[in-house]
């Protein structure tokens, strides 16, 4: 049995006449959905689910963590660029790091069955 505060909050939430008089005739929901959704300005762009911009410094080892599906994976990008501030550009599994001057590092597609995406051999 539900305790009676549960009730009164769950009754709370249910569409009644009395909220339809403020919002034109319409409950929470409905006004909610009827507003337009932001989308992509450009047509025929693709958004991909999983994006983000993330700044970081590459470790003193010359590598840099991204956490994808809940896992860590260490991207190797030379010691050389120790201590250097990036961007890591994610875009699903697709990734590009650059400098803060727009200098491109590394582009790489990552092997979620890898923690270590070592840098590709010339």
Known sequence: MMPESD?????SYQPDPE?????????????????????????????PHHFRVR??????????TLRYNSRLHHIGLGRRHAGTRILLLVADLDI???????????????????DYQPQQQP
Do not use: Y
């Open 19 to 47: 909220s339809q008089c403020a919002l034109g005739r319409r409950t929470p929901q409905e006004a909610f959905q009827a507003r337009p959704k932001a989308t992509p300005s450009c047509p025929g762009l693709v958004v």
């Open 55 to 64: 700044q970081d410094r590459v470790d003193r080892v010359g590598r840099v």
């Open 7 to 11: 009730i009164c909050i769950r009754e």
């Open 96 to 114: 590009r790091i650059i400098t803060e001057d727009g200098e491109v590092l590394r582009q790489l597609t990552l092997d979620p069955t890898r």
